[in-house]
């Protein structure tokens, strides 16, 4: 059974902005957490951005910070990534994954989505 679901992507520009969603099933739903993760073609996967689902606690990577907002619709089971600004380099394929603790590693992640690309052009 799938339990994360990521749709939103579309072929955009640098510069454009783009809005990913990520729905969850009821079991992903009781993890404390949604994370957003991306990997670049022969990259390792990385963290993007993360937010609990209790109290809306967020964190995010370095290289988004100030471009990317993570969210989450608590009464949806959807976590949110808006994406401003975008730049070539992040170019990438965007999973997101549920886990039962605050910025595990990819490992400890119970769920995981099928994956979306999205890639930005010059």
């Known amino acids: 059974q799938t339990q994360l679901v990521e749709s939103g992507s579309r072929p955009v520009q640098a510069g454009d902005s783009l809005r990913l969603s990520c729905v969850a099933s009821?079991?992903?739903?009781?993890?404390?957490?949604i994370t957003w993760y991306r990997q670049a073609s022969g990259g390792g996967r990385m963290f993007v951005a993360g937010?609990?689902?209790?109290?809306?606690?967020?964190d995010y990577a370095d290289f988004v910070k100030g471009r990317f907002i993570i969210s989450r619709d608590n009464g949806k089971n959807t976590v949110y990534l808006q994406m401003n600004s975008l730049k070539v380099e992040d170019t990438a394929v965007y999973y997101c994954?549920?886990?039962?603790?605050?910025?595990?590693?990819?490992?400890?992640?119970?769920?995981w989505g099928q994956g979306t690309q999205v890639t930005v052009s010059s």
């Open positions: 009821e079991r992903a739903r009781n993890m404390e957490m």
């Open positions: 994954a549920a886990g039962d603790g605050w910025l595990l590693s990819t490992a400890q992640m119970t769920y």
């Open positions: 937010v609990r689902w209790s109290d809306g606690s967020t």
